[in-house]
């Protein structure tokens, strides 16, 4: 395990390193079947130029100007749910109130979901199947199996849509590089399974982040408020605080030595994301949150090279809108009774909160 920001930085863009999900169920005993299929066509399976091709347009559907945008619907929508949050006479859970509402509402208008579809979509990944699937057993074959028929199932119709009526949003686009040629039918479905997986996990996770760190540190909040031009930078403090994982594994394609280290073919390879962020070497007062401190060393939290994370944009626009907002009608937040983690980090546990 590497927990020093520099080598961690470095193995996370080494191209000898890859995410590749379907050893896990290799591990579990399970080398066939409709889960091992899914994630050994998936892009998070794909190594090499091929990764690097699909990474590439994957995140050009969600470039930063497909984000700004969306910013305006993240705006009013955060606006409107912490608004509502006001007139609340007693503790809320954060997440069913305003976190879910909030991403429901921008992944269904960023791939412009089909309405028959909008519930169905959010109920699948709100459920713990889709962490699942990273990380099962054989006794979970069936759920995992219901939700990639159900995912299947929904991106399907999604693809028909938008055949049926082009317009100019994320899956439209996508649709185009394929009928240019520079997607295969197949390729198109892996990017849109991994769009959004990326763009409902990363951001649903980091908010319940965020408001756990600002209960924590509530001069922050109130400095945010007087602020809210600090919004953007509160934002990356709190990735840099509380990642949604302490740790990023990645599986050597290639034997190799690493700084004398050596790193066998197969092997797995621990980075430490979250002691990485608050190296002291790198981070001046690392073991301090705060919202003015400038830290321009990149973060680790999405990975990077072509492993990185396709959802990045679109987390940094929801967790800067959301903060705006929610500062901006509320005092600090307080935890109210104590928290129980969920058996994956798919799915975020109730998060029971008084704004003061």
Same mark, same amino acid.
């Given at each position: 395990?590497?927990?020093? #920001?520099?080598?961690?930085?470095?193995?996370?863009?080494?191209?000898?390193?890859?995410?590749?999900? /379907? #050893?896990?169920?290799?591990h579990?005993?399970?080398?066939?079947?409709?889960?091992?299929?899914?994630?050994?066509?998936?892009?998070?399976?794909?190594?090499?130029?091929?990764?690097?091709?699909?990474?590439?347009?994957?995140?050009?559907?969600?470039?930063?100007?497909?984000?700004?945008?969306?910013?305006?619907?993240? /705006?009013?929508?955060?606006?409107?749910?912490?608004?509502?949050?006001?007139?609340?006479?007693?503790?809320?859970?954060?997440m069913?109130?305003?976190?879910?509402?909030?991403?429901?509402?921008?992944?269904?208008?960023?791939?412009?979901?089909?309405a028959e579809?909008?519930?169905?979509?959010?109920?699948?990944f709100?459920?713990?199947?889709?962490?699942?699937?990273?990380?099962?057993?054989?006794?979970?074959?069936?759920?995992?199996?219901?939700?990639?028929?159900?995912?299947?199932?929904?991106?399907?119709?999604?693809?028909?849509?938008?055949?049926?009526?082009?317009?100019?949003?994320?899956?439209?686009?996508?649709?185009?590089?394929?009928?240019?040629?520079?997607?295969?039918?197949?390729?198109?479905?892996?990017?849109?399974?991994?769009?959004?997986?990326?763009?409902?996990?990363?951001?649903?996770?980091?908010?319940?982040?965020?408001?756990?760190?600002? !209960?924590?540190?509530?001069?922050?909040?109130?400095?945010?408020?007087?602020?809210?031009?600090?919004?953007?930078?509160?934002?990356?403090?709190?990735?840099?605080?509380?990642?949604?994982?302490?740790?990023?594994?990645?599986?050597?394609?290639?034997?190799?030595? #690493?700084?004398?280290?050596?790193?066998?073919?197969?092997?797995?390879?621990?980075?430490?994301?979250h002691?990485?962020?608050?190296?002291?070497?790198?981070? !001046?007062? !690392?073991?301090?949150?705060?919202?003015?401190?400038?830290?321009?060393?990149?973060?680790?939290?999405f990975?990077?090279?072509?492993?990185?994370?396709?959802?990045?944009?679109?987390?940094?626009?929801?967790?800067?809108?959301?903060?705006?907002?929610?500062?901006?009608?509320?005092?600090?937040?307080?935890?109210?009774r104590?928290?129980?983690?969920?058996?994956?980090?798919?799915?975020?546990?109730?998060?029971?909160?008084?704004?003061?």
């Amino acid at each position: 395990m590497l927990l020093r #920001y520099g080598p961690c930085a470095e193995l996370l863009r080494d191209p000898r390193l890859t995410t590749n999900y /379907r #050893y896990s169920l290799e591990h579990a005993g399970i080398t066939s079947g409709p889960a091992y299929d899914f994630l050994g066509a998936s892009l998070l399976c794909k190594t090499g130029r091929e990764r690097r091709r699909l990474h590439r347009e994957a995140l050009r559907a969600s470039t930063q100007q497909v984000i700004a945008g969306l910013r305006p619907f993240i /705006r009013s929508t955060a606006q409107h749910l912490a608004g509502r949050l006001v007139v609340a006479v007693e503790d809320c859970d954060f997440m069913t109130e305003f976190a879910d509402p909030l991403l429901k509402a921008v992944t269904c208008r960023l791939f412009d979901v089909p309405a028959e579809d909008t519930d169905r979509l959010h109920r699948l990944f709100r459920s713990d199947d889709a962490g699942l699937l990273f990380m099962h057993n054989r006794d979970q074959t069936p759920r995992i199996e219901g939700f990639l028929a159900e995912l299947t199932g929904c991106t399907e119709r999604l693809l028909s849509h938008h055949r049926a009526h082009p317009g100019d949003d994320l899956v439209c686009d996508l649709v185009h590089a394929q009928q240019d040629g520079l997607l295969s039918e197949e390729d198109l479905r892996r990017v849109v399974h991994a769009l959004l997986l990326a763009t409902w996990d990363n951001p649903f996770n980091q908010l319940r982040l965020a408001l756990t760190a600002f !209960a924590q540190h509530p001069q922050q909040w109130r400095l945010l408020r007087q602020h809210p031009e600090l919004a953007a930078q509160a934002v990356e403090e709190v990735l840099r605080w509380c990642p949604p994982a302490a740790l990023i594994i990645r599986l050597a394609t290639e034997e190799f030595t #690493y700084r004398g280290l050596h790193i066998p073919a197969g092997s797995h390879v621990f980075l430490g994301v979250h002691a990485a962020q608050r190296d002291p070497r790198v981070f !001046a007062q !690392a073991d301090t949150f705060d919202i003015t401190a400038e830290r321009p060393a990149p973060l680790l939290l999405f990975g990077g090279g072509i492993t990185g994370c396709t959802g990045t944009a679109l987390t940094r626009a929801t967790l800067t809108e959301a903060l705006t907002a929610l500062t901006s009608y509320l005092g600090a937040p307080q935890i109210t009774r104590p928290t129980v983690r969920q058996p994956t980090p798919h799915s975020a546990p109730p998060l029971p909160v008084r704004f003061g």
